[in-house]
C-alpha cells in the first residue's frame, strides 16, 4: 500500500482507477482519461496534487540562500507573493528537481517540489542551507489541489473565503495570495490553461472538494494530466530531465538567470562551461504527421547520422494527433525519423508549446 | 463488473474469439482488455492473406497511456480486418465484442483452438490478475 493523500476516500467514491505514482496511491482517471483531458481544455477541472512535497523557508537570510541553491533568481521577485519557476542544480550542472517558489516575505519563501524527489530534495536542501542559517520545514499537514480550465474563475469565485476574494480574482499571473495558514491559492498550473493552486490544511480538503465537484469542476486524473501538460510544452521531472542532464539540454536555459555575472549558484560553473563549450544536446518538440503514438525511450535518427530519444510522448487529445518531446545532440533539424515497431515514421521538429489556452500553436504539416 | 460473454473463447493476453457458424473466426480484445488500457487512440492490424503463426506479435493497440501488442490467439491466415477502427479507435472502448472487433481468420490445420480458455476460466483468470 503506498501513502495516501487526505482525498483518497474522495477518490474510490469517484470510482478513481488508483494506480502507484512515485510511492502514492493517485487517480490515474476517473472514468475517461480524454473526456477528463477535453473538460479542462473546455471547462474546468480538479487535480489532488496534495503528493507534491511543500517546503517553507525561513530565515533572515533565506532569499540569499535561495539565490544560491536555484538557477533562476529569486532576486527577481520583488513583489509580495510573486512566483518564480526554476530548476534546483547539482555541482554538475544537472538537474535535482524542477520546482516554484513563492516570495512571502523577506523571511519566508514557499517552495513546492516535486513527489517522487521528495526524500533526495529535503535532504539537499537542508544541508545546503545549514551555513545560512534557514529552517527547513515540510508542510506534511497541508493539501493541495489545482483547478484548471477554461472556465474555472467564474466556478470557483463563488466558492471562496469572503476575506480572499478579491484578492484572488486580480491575481495577475504567477502570483499568490493567502491568509495564514488556512488558505494559499497561486495562480500557476501544468495544464496551459487559466487556473490555481490552492494549498490549504489537509483536514479542510475533503469539503473543499465536495465543494468544487458540486460547482461543476469535474475531478481529473494524473492521466490526463500528463497530456495537458505535454500539450502546454512543460517538461516532466524523471522523463524530460534529470540529474544525468542540464536546463540547458532539457528545452529550460530560459530559467537559468546568468545574469548578474557575479551571483554564485549551484552548478553554475559546470553550466558557463557547458554553454561556452556549446555542441550540447537539445530538447525539442515533436509532431507525427501520420497515424502512430510516440512514446517515451523510442528512437530517433536523421540525416547525417546521430541518435536522439523520446523523453515524452504521447497522443494529443486536443489535436488528434501524436505529440512528443524529443532529445537531439546539437543541431538544427527540421524533421527525423522515429523508429516505432521497426517501422520508421517522418516526424516534424516543432517548437513546443503544442496548445495554450485550448488553442493550437503548430502545425502537423510538413512545409515543403 | 466487466462482461465475458458466455459463448466466446478467451486467451490469457485478454482476446476473444468467435467461432462463427461457416467455420472462420472472429477476434477482439475483451472488455477488461479495454477497461484496463483507457481510452483508445490507435490501431495496427494484420492484413489481408498474412500468416499468423500462434502467440506471434500481429499489432498494436494504444490507449492515451500506453501501447500492448497485439498476439494472435490461434493460427490461420487473415481473411478481413475492421478497417473502421482505423478511423474510430473507440469503438474498441465502446463495443469490444461488437463492432469494435478486430480481425478474422480462416484457421490453419493444427490452429491451436483446444487452448482457449472458456468463460469461466477466464472470468477466474482475470479475477486472480488484480
Redesign the interface.
Known amino acids: 500500500m503506498g501513502k495516501r493523500t487526505p482525498l483518497y476516500n474522495k477518490h474510490l467514491v469517484q470510482k478513481a482507477?488508483m494506480v502507484d505514482f512515485g510511492g502514492w496511491d493517485m487517480p490515474?482517471?476517473y472514468g475517461?482519461?480524454?473526456?477528463e483531458?477535453h473538460q479542462v481544455r473546455r471547462d474546468a477541472g480538479v487535480f489532488d496534487v496534495s503528493h507534491m512535497t511543500i517546503i517553507d523557508l525561513t530565515g533572515q537570510r533565506v532569499r540569499e540562500f535561495l539565490r544560491y541553491l536555484l538557477a533562476n533568481d529569486v532576486e527577481r521577485l520583488k513583489k509580495t507573493g510573486k512566483a518564480l519557476y526554476s530548476c534546483m542544480l547539482n555541482d554538475q550542472g544537472g538537474v535535482l528537481d524542477d520546482l516554484i517558489v513563492y516570495f512571502q516575505d523577506e523571511h519566508q519563501f514557499r517552495m513546492v517540489v516535486n513527489a517522487a524527489t521528495r526524500d533526495k530534495d529535503i535532504a539537499w536542501i537542508t544541508k545546503q542551507a545549514k551555513p545560512f542559517a534557514v529552517q527547513v520545514r515540510e508542510r506534511d499537514d497541508f493539501a493541495m489541489l489545482a483547478v484548471q480550465g477554461s472556465q474555472v474563475r467564474k466556478k470557483l469565485e463563488p466558492l471562496l473565503p469572503a476575506n480572499l476574494s478579491a484578492s484572488v480574482m486580480a491575481l495577475a499571473p504567477f502570483y499568490a495570495t493567502w491568509h495564514d495558514d488556512e488558505f494559499f491559492i497561486a495562480r500557476t498550473g501544468y495544464t496551459g490553461e487559466e487556473g490555481f493552486e490552492i494549498i490549504l490544511p489537509a483536514q479542510d480538503a475533503p469539503n473543499w472538494w465536495d465543494a468544487l465537484l458540486a460547482a461543476g469542476i469535474a475531478p481529473i486524473g494524473l492521466?490526463a494530466r500528463?497530456?495537458l501538460r505535454l500539450e502546454a510544452g512543460m517538461n516532466l521531472y524523471g522523463a524530460d530531465m534529470d540529474e544525468n542532464y542540464s536546463p540547458l539540454e532539457s528545452g529550460l536555459a530560459w530559467t537559468v538567470a546568468f545574469k548578474p555575472a557575479d551571483r554564485v549558484f549551484i552548478g553554475r560553473s559546470a553550466l558557463e562551461t557547458q554553454r561556452n563549450r556549446g555542441n550540447h544536446s537539445i530538447l525539442v518538440g515533436l509532431v507525427l504527421p501520420v497515424?502512430?503514438?510516440l512514446?517515451g525511450h523510442q528512437t530517433v535518427s536523421f540525416e547525417g547520422g546521430g541518435v536522439g530519444q523520446i523523453t515524452s510522448g504521447?497522443?494529443s487529445?486536443t489535436l488528434g494527433g501524436s505529440i512528443a518531446f524529443a532529445r537531439l545532440p546539437a543541431g538544427e533539424y527540421k524533421q527525423v525519423t522515429v523508429t516505432i515497431?521497426n517501422k520508421p515514421l517522418l516526424a516534424k521538429v516543432v517548437t513546443p508549446p503544442f496548445v495554450r489556452h485550448g488553442k493550437t500553436c503548430i502545425s502537423f504539416l510538413t512545409d515543403n | 463488473m466487466n462482461k465475458i460473454p458466455d459463448n466466446l473463447k478467451y486467451t490469457e493476453s485478454h482476446e476473444w474469439v468467435r467461432i462463427e457458424e461457416n467455420g472462420t473466426i472472429t477476434i477482439g480484445i475483451t472488455d477488461h482488455a479495454q477497461e484496463e488500457l483507457g481510452d483508445l487512440v490507435y490501431v495496427e492490424l494484420p492484413k489481408i492473406g498474412q500468416q499468423l503463426n500462434l502467440d506471434e506479435v500481429v499489432g498494436v493497440v494504444e490507449s492515451v497511456k500506453a501501447a500492448e501488442d497485439l498476439y494472435s490467439p490461434l493460427a490461420g491466415e487473415v481473411i478481413d480486418f475492421n478497417a473502421e477502427l482505423e478511423d474510430a479507435p473507440e469503438l474498441l472502448n465502446n463495443d469490444p465484442y461488437g463492432s469494435g472487433w478486430l480481425f478474422k481468420l480462416k484457421l490453419a490445420e493444427n490452429s491451436h483452438l483446444e487452448n482457449l480458455l472458456g468463460a469461466d476460466e477466464y472470468a477466474k483468470f482475470i479475477a486472480k490478475d488484480k
Open positions: 482507477k490515474l482517471h475517461s482519461q480524454m473526456n483531458h492521466g500528463d497530456t497515424k502512430g503514438i512514446r504521447t497522443f487529445p515497431r
